[in-house]
């Protein structure tokens, strides 16, 4: 027996959809490629697949942290967050890191319920139908409110590309251990068909007392 998500309207990377109550938005560790602009019916299935295994193998809370610990890098360019907690880096949450993260929680939800649970078909096409690609910049700054006002651009060679939506930052969090002492996060969006998907990048982070972050983003290494 199987059953539907509940869904809510929501909007995400742009664009009107309904998202599933609880969404866990972390990925499953995938096999070098490029950032997938296009998806058949077939290949979000897989993606849902992907996602939804290793979740269902994952019994006790510390298998369900590592499995959540180990997807969480799979997307994230620039630092590593595990060795280096302030250095800037961002999660690219592409058509597929979408697809990933609600197989994990079609898994979560089928073992709460003793059912398969399925995302809708709709919602589905809606995330492979997608224009927009979601970032998610984590940097550290010395003031709470250091990312008010960030701006950022996507460079490829000579190319310098402007982000369509750049969300409001958070207020900065205390950061533990050495380093500056807050840390804060801003979304930016941008259009798949203004960037080569496959080329090695930089995200360039401009702050309002004139410092700047660059992120290197290899876009081959990324689904």
Known sequence: MSVRYLTSS???????????????????????SAIEVKLS??????????????????????????????????????????????GASAILRTKRYRLEAFGRQEAAESK???????????FIKKVVDMPNMEIEVQLCGDDEYFAEGA???????????KPIDIGKSERGRKNEGAGPI????????????????????????????GT???IIADFSKVR
């Open 10 to 32: 929501a909007r995400v990377g742009g664009v009107a959809i309904c998202a599933v109550l609880g969404l866990l938005t972390v990925v499953a560790l995938q096999p070098v």
């Open 41 to 86: 019916a077939e290949e979000a299935q897989k993606a849902l697949e992907s996602g939804r295994a290793p979740m269902e193998k994952a019994n006790t809370p510390e298998d369900v942290r590592k499995v959540l610990q180990q997807a969480s890098l799979v997307t994230r360019v620039g630092a590593d967050p595990e060795k280096d907690p302030c």
């Open 112 to 122: 709460k319920r003793k059912m398969d649970v399925r995302m809708p078909e709709e």
């Open 151 to 161: 701006v950022i651009e996507l460079q490829q060679g000579s190319k310098r590309i």
């Open 182 to 209: 807050y840390r804060s996060r801003f979304t930016a969006l941008f259009a798949y068909e203004t960037f080569d998907p496959t080329a090695a990048s930089v995200f360039a982070v401009n702050l309002q007392d």
């Open 212 to 214: 700047e972050a660059r």
